[in-house]
């Protein structure tokens, strides 16, 4: 019982880092039961179901580690704009007017978009309770994907004196953010056979109070819950939370409680060197956002200086309107290149860096890295085949740069999850694929109407 890949070139990113020419990997139930050239794995496993990979690419299955489900919906909806006008005018508002239905809409595309792209494992953040978090968890489940799901904590009086005032459909209370928090934590942790965990998202310093986020951290510590929370976005925030507390905004958090190994730091564009030690110090993970933070025009995440620290640095696809899509390969090649133009220095942030960020990095961060990022035997089998019998990835002489730079989310051809074969031979098992896309078209146009928001181009339409 079981499968068998065979004839495929296997990125293993195991400690040595080791490819296989000509490999085979053998899966029994959820776990990778052998590794190692075709050859020696087909008479040892004559009764598994054969996969021939025809010279396709064996690797451990991506991992996004900052998605918002429920913004794929609204793929397009506040492109080119400043953040403030990009919040206040179009997402808040979109968002605001979610019912759960258009939340598990939202959830589904996206969910489908990331297994055909290859991406295996995800951690989500600001779920907001009118998105309907139920049901949003039930679709993690039947999708068949690992995910790290963090409900938003959010305090709706800190956002009466400001400026860009959330949208009031998105605001939520505090106690009321908490006590859903732990429901849905009571409810869904451990879910799937471990596939499922609920995270906390407190909305970044600033929009929250620091007591907030101190309650957060202690919260967190107590139930064993990860923290997920955006940092460091755009300059004018950082110089202004500096100005405020007058110190600062990654050393306060220190002090809050709020870093550690179980924290994921999103963007974090805007980081000092004190910070970064500090964020070293306490086993941090930065999550580099390179489509977001470019499109936005955030600014560079200073990548380099934190690999060369020794950080754990992760990628994440953010969401529709700021990406606009959730091809994690796509990301992978944009961190490649994205370094070298701002250093110019064609040797920075190299594709082996890359790969590790988006498999074992990515699993390290959201405590996983026994289970999955890499393929090795007793690891859960999470492993996606990309097919390299198509002209832009042939000849393939060398399978890291052929991932990192010629491949794109359309190419992952097959993939495993937790040992189970949720997509084979593009074909996903696990959804109906046409019903997906079919629902969230008719949703989205009737979610403008609502919230009268017009997203077209300033050309004239006929
Ligand atoms: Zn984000």
């Not at 098992?429 to 997906?436: C, R, S």
Request: aromatic share 4%; proline share 5%.
């Amino acid at each position: 019982m079981g499968y068998l890949l065979i004839n495929g070139t296997i990125i293993t990113v195991d400690r040595n880092r080791r490819i296989i020419r000509d490999g085979s990997l053998a899966i029994e139930g959820r776990d990778i039961v052998d590794i190692g050239p075709t050859e020696e794995l087909l008479p040892r496993h004559s009764g598994k179901e054969v996969i021939d990979t025809q010279g396709g690419i064996i690797m451990p299955g991506l991992i996004d580690c900052h998605v918002h489900l429920a913004q794929a919906l609204i793929r397009g909806s506040a492109d080119d704009l400043p953040l403030a006008d990009w919040l206040s005018k179009r997402v808040w508002v979109l968002q605001g007017n979610y019912t759960p239905y258009e939340g598990r809409v939202s959830a589904e595309l996206c969910l489908l978009e990331m297994i055909k792209s290859g991406t295996t494992t995800f951690a989500e953040t600001l779920l907001v309770s009118r998105y309907g978090c139920d049901g949003i968890a039930a679709a993690v489940l039947q999708s068949g994907m690992r995910g790290a799901l963090a409900k938003t904590i959010m305090d709706a009086s800190a956002y009466a004196a400001q400026e860009h005032t959330m949208y009031p459909g998105m605001l939520e209370d505090k106690e009321a953010c908490l006590e859903e928090a732990l429901a849905l934590h009571q409810k869904w942790n451990g879910a799937g056979g471990g596939r499922l965990s609920i995270w906390l998202g407190p909305r970044p310093l600033g929009s929250s109070p620091p007591g907030l986020l101190r309650e957060v951290a202690a919260l967190a510590r107590d139930k064993n819950m990860g923290i997920h929370i955006h940092f460091a976005e755009i300059r004018e925030e950082v110089e202004l939370l500096e100005h405020t507390f007058n110190k600062k905004p990654g050393l306060l958090l220190d002090e809050l409680g709020l870093l550690g190994p179980r924290t994921l730091l999103v963007h974090s564009v805007w980081l000092s060197p004190e910070e970064m030690a500090v964020i070293r110090q306490r086993k941090t993970t930065i999550v580099h956002n390179p489509s977001s933070n470019a499109k936005g025009a955030y600014g560079f995440c200073p990548v380099p200086e934190l690999l060369d620290l020794g950080v754990n640095v992760t990628l994440g696809c953010d969401g529709g309107p700021s990406n606009n899509t959730y091809d994690m390969l796509g990301e992978m090649k944009l961190a490649a290149c994205l370094h070298k133009v701002n250093k110019l220095d064609p040797t920075t942030v190299p594709a082996e860096k890359v790969i590790e960020m988006a498999t074992i990095n990515g699993a390290r961060a959201l405590g996983l890295d026994q289970i999955t990022g890499s393929l090795e035997t007793g690891k859960r089998a999470d492993v996606i085949i990309l097919d390299c019998n198509k002209p832009h990835l042939v000849p393939n002489l060398n399978p890291v740069s052929t991932v990192v730079y010629a491949a794109r989310g359309q190419d992952v051809d097959t993939v495993f999850i937790d040992g189970k074969l949720v997509m084979h031979r593009r074909r996903v098992m696990t959804m109906d694929e046409e019903a997906v896309l079919v629902e969230a078209k008719a949703a989205a146009a009737n979610l403008l109407k609502k919230a009268g928001i017009d997203v077209r181009s300033g050309w004239p339409e006929y």
